[in-house]
């Protein structure tokens, strides 16, 4: 199987999680690989609305990272599949995922039998 297409769609999907993360979060210093809400300044909003608010904020953007994260996590898996060889075979049946079905997602990990 020919895997250029599919990794360099997948590389174009990496770079824009990546922006994605960046605007609802960033690198977590502590742990290589995570990524965490960016810190909002709760306390310092003088009404108790807009500190409501402010907390509602970070709890939606951590929401959106935690998504974020996770096809995040399926793009890099893919990408890893593709550098050891193993791109494209079902993780449950090992045969060969439908070209179709990667064409619509090139991190899918089964054929369409076993979705």
């Known amino acids: 199987m ?3 297409q599919f990794k360099s769609r997948l590389e ?3 770079a824009k999680l990546e ?7 960033r690198k977590n210093p502590s742990v290589p690989g995570d990524w965490e809400p960016i810190p909002s300044e709760t306390g310092v909003e003088a009404d108790l609305v ?3 608010d402010v907390v509602m904020s970070r709890e939606s953007n ?4 935690a998504d ?8 890099l898996a893919a990408l890893s599949r593709i550098e050891k060889g193993t791109y494209g075979k079902c993780s449950v049946c090992t045969k060969d995922i439908e070209v179709a079905r990667l064409e619509a997602d090139p991190a899918a990990t089964t054929c369409v039998e076993h979705l």
Do not use: F, H
């Not at 951590?62 to 990272?65: D, F, P």
């Open 2 to 4: 020919k895997t250029d």
């Open 12 to 14: 174009e999907e990496k």
């Open 19 to 25: 922006a994605e993360m960046a605007s609802v979060g």
């Open 50 to 52: 807009d500190q409501a």
């Open 62 to 65: 951590t929401a959106i990272l």
């Open 68 to 75: 974020l994260e996770a096809r995040y996590d399926t793009i």
